[in-house]
């Protein structure tokens, strides 16, 4: 997903605490705290990625509609330029109340009053004229109304039709199914520009949009489908299929309702794993088997040199396994690899390293770095030294 003549906002390096889930969502943080580690997040670890894509395909349907409303003002504006000269704002000023329209990336709860008075009006006006636009085309004469009709029907929504091919093509060649594009990688049909009338969104590609979320997330055996309560899922489906509504009013109650779950149950979890850790799972259970592994082997070697009656300096050796095995053990035990911390990388994926940009994050993982290396080297030397210079007893 993207923003649409929208400038991302710019990150707070001054913030003083751990970020929220509106300001993760907003792409006002940096990594290890941004939204291209929550995704990862919610697709390798929580296994709930389809609630976050619903909740971005949903806020790039309110971009487009924001976008459409933009065109559509500034075309009136360009073709009555004797009217702006005159003074009369008459022919634009049900498109003037909106403002800029700034995309917001929380709940409509959050919003405040001027905000909400804006999406009210931009619902408003999309389905006053998607009424005028049904009138029109009821009144078109039968041959026109009846393929309307079929257009909107759910078998030749936009949503239906990309199910279809992958039924015929992708599933029927190797069984698995294609990987959905998600916002990290930009359609063509999404990134806009409005100073190009090339990419000018029309009012097909809303009703795709919305036909599009409603067929992929929301209907029961839909290719992603997502748990929502069945108020909100029989309110969105009637507005779509029999009030032909489209506006971005109609996935309020879904939105609001992922937005809380999210922040809920996975939000605490990513915090949690990336503001107080640097590891994935995979590279935390190499830790623990490299470090069960090692202190295997110290204790091992370490009684062979005692009941040898090893000299010191061979016993010595025992420091490269105890100090595997202890920084393993506690780099799994805290989640966090001390050294690669304090030189400020960190895992999205098993293997892949990012930089610690978000300051705050920075300072907190250099602290318990620092807390999780003190406690490794002074396990670790109270094992080597009770080794070393215990006394030795040959069998």
Not at 185 to 208: E, K, L, M
Request: charged share 25%; proline share 6%.
């Amino acid at each position: 997903m993207s923003n649409i003549d929208t400038p991302s906002p710019h990150p707070d390096y001054d913030r003083n605490r751990l970020p929220t889930l509106f300001e993760v969502l907003s792409r006002r943080t940096l990594a290890p705290v941004d939204l291209f580690s929550f995704y990862i997040y919610m697709r390798d670890q929580q296994r709930s990625v389809d609630y976050l894509d619903f909740w971005l395909d949903v806020s790039q349907h309110m971009s487009l509609c924001r976008h459409y409303v933009r065109e559509l003002r500034r075309s009136v504006l360009v073709e009555t330029p004797e009217l702006e000269k005159a003074g009369s704002k008459r022919s634009s000023q049900v498109l003037e109340q909106f403002g800029d329209m700034n995309d917001p990336a929380g709940p409509s709860t959050n919003l405040n009053v001027e905000e909400k008075v804006k999406d009210q009006h931009l619902s408003a006006f999309l389905r006053q004229e998607n009424g005028k636009e049904n009138g029109k085309e009821k009144g078109s004469g039968n041959g026109n109304g009846v393929a309307n009709d079929i257009d909107h029907t759910p078998h030749s929504s936009l949503g239906s039709q990309e199910s279809a091919l992958r039924g015929s093509g992708d599933r029927a060649g190797n069984g698995e199914r294609p990987p959905r594009a998600s916002f990290m990688s930009n359609q063509p049909g999404t990134h806009t520009d409005s100073d190009s009338p090339a990419h000018t969104v029309s009012r097909a590609d809303i009703r795709a949009s919305a036909e599009k979320i409603l067929y992929t997330f929301l209907l029961p055996g839909s290719e992603r489908e997502i748990i929502l309560p069945q108020g909100i899922l029989q309110d969105i489906t009637t507005s779509i299929e029999e009030d032909g509504r489209d506006d971005p009013e109609v996935f309020d109650a879904a939105k609001d309702y992922t937005f809380q779950a999210m922040e809920r149950d996975a939000f605490p979890g990513f915090l949690r794993s990336k503001a107080l850790g640097n590891l994935v799972p995979p590279s935390l259970f190499l830790r623990l088997c490299l470090g069960l592994l090692g202190m295997f082997g110290g204790f091992w070697a370490g009684f062979a040199c005692i009941f040898l009656d090893k000299p010191k300096h061979i016993r010595c050796w025992l420091i490269l396994p105890f100090t595997v095995g202890v920084y393993c053990l506690s780099s799994h035990q805290y989640s966090i690899d001390p050294v690669l911390a304090l030189v400020g990388l960190s895992e999205y994926t098993f293997m892949n390293w990012s930089r610690v940009r978000e300051p705050y994050i920075r300072k907190l993982l250099n602290k318990r770095a620092m807390m999780v290396l003190f406690f490794t080297v002074l396990i670790g030397v109270c094992v080597i030294v009770l080794f070393i210079f215990v006394p030795g007893k040959r069998l």
